[in-house]
DNA sequence: TGTACATCAGTGAACGCGCGTTCACTGATGTAC
DNA sequence: TGTACATCAGTGAACGCGCGTTCACTGATGTAC
């Protein structure tokens, strides 16, 4: 952390007793290198031992601030989903277009789900971590601080298209799952599924599929089955 | 595997030596054996040591049938993945009517989905197993025995939804890729995903929005966006 | 403002575990003559 | 049909590794009087 000159070893060694960083910052760090390692190898790659070491911390001093691995995990996982969230939040705050403009509200949806995939495919280590939480998962807990989770950016949007009548009110009800599920599938398939290896150029007719997929269920009525 | 009784130990112990078993029973067992972790508990519980204790033999006979770990799991996925075609494939034999029959291909397509949407929830292990081969995807090759790969049998039943008019040819091209994407991430989100803890009411209100989604993307024409 | 003391947050050493993998071996199997 | 021998498929022992986690400790921090 401090640059060590020849004889730093032993001041390091020195100070290294005792505790040394301002408060919280462990804790922060062995977060923040939590959150790298899941950047760089997915949920599987958060390693207790390697955070403290990257924090300059000896192991078990992890305990101090987690309860065990899986809670340093959540934590980790929990700003992964956090950063999807912002990147979702930044891509459609830069549509233009007032709110309740019918074509704007498309672009805004289409702007979400470009978001999702771009996350999925910039940072598949971080997307797998986002959605492999252990035990009970707090998708949808926003705590107020922050974009709100993608899930109510999704129905947001989706009430918009609504209310500016490009998406029927009888269709409304659930859209967001056949959606959420329509993007997120594409987006496993082609970043850890069996699509991963597919050119570049198919991959981008497949993508467009789903598109044209998306934007033709959102007007019509549902017909009987 | 065969009854011992009190004295059996040491006739197991003195027949154990050497090669008793059929030819290929023991690439066999393991191959089975790492089946059934995977079914328990995913790729990730595919644990070569305990596939051997399994099959009755030690670790490093394993290395006899298979190069490393990773060959051995990729065997698993890919038996794993013969599971769901099979499931599959059962489930659209099971539809009456004839091909061709606008009907019947809608009843297909539905057999279809179900039948993926239930491997996934009542074989979570497999289904994360299946998805989860170590580098190259073998999906689409099917070696011609057995059931056609998933992707495969979708791609059929369009093409039978195409020519009885259900589907408009110019809204077939890809569309195997959507309806996969949003069959798969629903999968996802509710067996593995932030979806898993939903109570059985809404998962069906989600499965059922799901459904009347790719229902009513059939018929329709494309719309400019 | 100064001192006594509880608490907090780190260190150092060690634990047991189970894993994948390698080595040298040996006995049964099956083939060539 | 019988024998000599190469190959195959198992055994037994061991390796090094890195992990999560526990223990007893110690020194700095901050609070009560």
Known sequence: VTADGPAGAQAA?????GRRRPRGAVRDGLAAAGLALARAGGPDAVVLREAARMTGVVPNAAYRHFADRDELLAVVCAAAMRELAARMAAAVGQVRGRPGDPAAARRRLRALGQAYLAFAGDEPGL???????????AYDAGDGAGDPPP???LRAVLDELAEAGVLSRARRPGMEYAIWSTVHGLAVLTVQGPLRNLPDGPRREVEQAVRDFIDSSLAEPPRAS
């Open 151 to 153: 899930l109510d950016q």
């Open 13 to 17: 060694a020195t100070a290294g007793a």
């Open 127 to 137: 997307f797998a971590a986002a959605f492999a939480v252990p035990r009970p998962h």
